[in-house]
């Protein structure tokens, strides 16, 4: 029997309560060097909401969990198919024609039974999102088109949370942190977007599977730096990876104060 069965309690609430008097969980010893314990207590009282469970989107979930993020909620209206596999972290041949983000709670939980998780299979628009969206403390967009990254922009600035932005083709891929009141994605996509050509990038130059592990794992630090308020974002910012020629370019917006 474990200690959260004997006091009938959720297992994040064991962790949350050994952290407070300086016992780690044997999960997060590794995490030591990298977080201090307060740090840790943080991320599990935050809230983070990924919007996409596919290549993005799972492996962030998969990071965010390992590190001890505590409440989650996955956002897909998605199932998996074969084509999948060749990237996608939650999918395997046992869940083909399964929800994405329910299959992305499940898997979570078994990752780490102290974080708490939510499926929502649905499509964000603004009359979804408040229900979905609005007690998360970071929202990532781990979409894969344009006019719907442009809805969840103006979702997250609606509601006033911070929107990490993540986007790859081929073995391209960028990311951006976005901060309500930031022109964000305005910056680097017209309005008008996807809707002349409404066929996405990666649908175009394929998806490689070892760009999204990339993006999304500067997502997750990127998540992990604005709920622990350390470090440097990539805020007014946009970092452009390029793979095959092993190229890291920073480009540089004027800041707003938002």
Not at 10 to 17: P, Q, V
Not at 38 to 66: M, S, Y
Not at 103 to 117: A, H
């Amino acid at each position: 029997m474990t200690l959260a069965d004997r006091y009938q309690c959720h297992t994040g609430e064991i962790y949350t309560e050994a952290l407070k008097i300086g016992v780690w969980p044997y999960r997060y010893i590794r995490n030591r060097d990298g977080y201090s314990r307060d740090d840790q207590l943080k991320l599990a009282g935050a809230r983070a909401a990924i919007v996409g469970c596919g290549g993005l989107g799972g492996t962030v979930t998969l990071l965010l969990a390992r590190s001890g993020v505590g409440f989650l909620t996955l956002v897909d209206y998605d199932v998996f198919d074969e084509t999948n596999l060749n990237r996608q972290a939650l999918s395997g041949m046992q869940n083909m024609g399964t929800s994405k983000s329910e299959t992305g709670r499940k898997m979570t939980l078994d990752i780490n039974p102290g974080v708490r998780v939510r499926s929502e299979q649905v499509k964000i628009d603004e009359e979804s999102a408040p229900d979905v969206l609005s007690d998360a403390d970071v929202i990532v967009d781990a979409l894969d088109n344009i006019p719907d990254r442009l809805v969840l922009q103006r979702v997250a600035r609606n509601l006033n949370i911070p929107l990490v932005h993540g986007a790859l083709a081929g073995f391209n891929g960028q990311v951006m942190t976005i901060l309500p009141g930031d022109p964000g994605l305005e910056l680097i996509y017209p309005s008008d977007a996807g809707k002349k050509d409404p066929e996405s990038p990666e649908a175009i130059m394929g998806v490689p599977a070892i760009t999204p592990s990339v993006v999304a794992s500067l997502q997750a630090m990127e998540v992990v730096k604005i709920l622990l308020d350390r470090g440097q974002l990539l805020r007014n910012k946009l970092i452009y990876i390029d793979l095959e020629s092993s190229r890291f370019n920073i480009m540089s917006f004027p800041e707003t104060t938002g």
